[in-house]
């Protein structure tokens, strides 16, 4: 499976955007680029997914590089709820998906 | 809509005990997938169920046993329970296999070994 590296720890301050980078630069061409954070003593949630194409909704934006081998996660205006553990995922696209692959992940934190 | 649910809370076993722990997949979603979550790590995968069939595999053991109902809940079941078992269960849901689909996740059950 390709691999994903993120840094250990990041911090911001609230109201202000937060850029969560990840590094894959083995990814295939078919692999989809998965966002899940995990907030203390909850099950991860999904927060964004691309394969491509730069994507938004309304938790967070995802920025992919054209020769796809990073991508940053972008929260536009942190807030104390985004406190968490980010995780970046490849997803291989041929197809029966099999489960996630949780790497160490960022640890997110937000300063009033 | 009902999210994904899951049962018990919490569990206290002891080593060589055997354990069944259940998860309620979100209404409309036929893949029920199970994760492992040791204190202080990423969640890792145990086993997905799709449609009543398991559908792939993590590195674990035999002694971690699943099932999937026909209205898509999920059975865990771990035998022969051991120290290092202690950990969060998750499962998580999703409408099905194709890689684009993102997970729900329940709660989860927290198990300590003794």
């Known amino acids: 499976d390709a691999k994903t590296t993120q840094p250990n720890s990041m911090e911001s301050n609230e109201e202000e955007p937060v850029h969560l980078p990840c590094n894959h630069s083995t990814i295939s061409g078919t692999d989809y680029i998965h966002w899940y954070r995990q907030l203390p003593s909850q099950g991860p949630e999904y927060v964004i997914h691309?394969?491509?194409s730069n994507v938004n909704n309304r938790m967070a934006s995802l920025a992919i590089a054209e020769d796809r081998k990073s991508s940053t996660l972008i929260l536009h205006r942190a807030t104390l709820r985004d406190a968490a553990v980010y995780y970046c995922?490849?997803?291989?696209?041929?197809?029966?998906?099999?489960?996630?692959?949780f790497g160490k992940g960022t640890h997110l934190i937000i300063q009033p | 809509e009902t999210g994904v649910t899951q049962s018990p809370t919490h569990l206290i076993k002891t080593r060589g005990q055997q354990v069944t722990l259940r998860c309620s997949s979100q209404s409309g979603h036929n893949t029920v997938s199970w994760y492992q979550q040791a204190l202080g790590q990423g969640p890792q995968f145990i086993f997905q169920?799709?449609?009543?069939?398991?559908?792939g595999r993590g590195n674990f053991p035999p002694r971690f046993s699943g099932l999937q109902f026909p209205n898509y809940s999920s059975e865990l079941n771990v035998n022969a329970l051991e120290l290092d078992d202690s950990a969060l269960y998750l499962c998580a849901s999703s409408l099905g296999l194709r890689e684009y689909y993102e997970q729900y996740f329940g709660p989860g059950t927290r198990l300590t070994v003794t």
């Open positions: 995922i490849l997803l291989y696209s041929g197809g029966g998906a099999d489960g996630l692959t």
């Open positions: 691309g394969l491509t």
């Open positions: 169920y799709y449609r009543e069939e398991e559908n």
